[in-house]
């Protein structure tokens, strides 16, 4: 490749780069907060969950893909605590916001609002990444519900 071209190519890649981390700061980061505080809360003395011992469980919550149909229908079909979707969601969502932390420690001042590029927006927003932390990788968010028999619980 020729040095104009290479030096052309290298202008470009670090302008893209520039812009892709723009989008993950003032677009993707926003939304996955928003998410993740609507549910869990931003700290653990204002947590949505509801703590049983050492462990938070999330309730009102339905898996949708199961609504009690064959061969599901002899199940109790009133699960409404640590639902497989819900739970599955919440552990993608903290391992991501945790995995983006980890490779861009800035995130963690980064605004929670994808319109305002104030950082006192973000520390207004005020949220544990530390809870968040102990959830997913201390073992206090519930694990997925299971059975003693078939394992794996479908509801």
């Keep these: ?14 302008t893209d780069r520039a812009v892709a981390q723009d989008e993950i700061t003032h677009t993707l980061w926003p939304q996955l907060i928003a998410e993740l505080t609507s549910t869990l809360g931003e700290t653990e003395n ?7 011992g050492d462990t938070y469980h999330v309730v009102g919550c339905k898996s949708p893909e199961y609504n009690c149909y064959p061969p599901f229908s002899s199940r109790m079909c009133s699960t409404n605590q640590d639902c497989n979707y819900e739970i599955s969601q ?10 983006m932390l980890d490779t861009n420690p800035a995130l963690a001042h980064a605004p929670c ?14 949220v544990d990444f530390g809870w968040w932390r102990k959830l997913l990788l201390g073992g206090a968010l519930a694990w997925y519900p ?10």
Excluded: Y
């Design 1 to 14: 490749m020729p040095k104009q071209a290479r030096d052309k190519h290298r202008e470009n890649s670090t």
């Design 46 to 52: 204002a947590t949505k969950l509801t703590q049983i």
């Design 90 to 99: 919440l552990r993608w969502g903290l391992s991501t916001i945790l995995s």
């Design 146 to 155: 299971f059975d003693s028999v078939p394992g794996f619980r479908l509801d």
């Design 113 to 126: 609002s994808g319109n305002d590029t104030t950082t006192a927006n973000a520390l207004a927003c005020a």
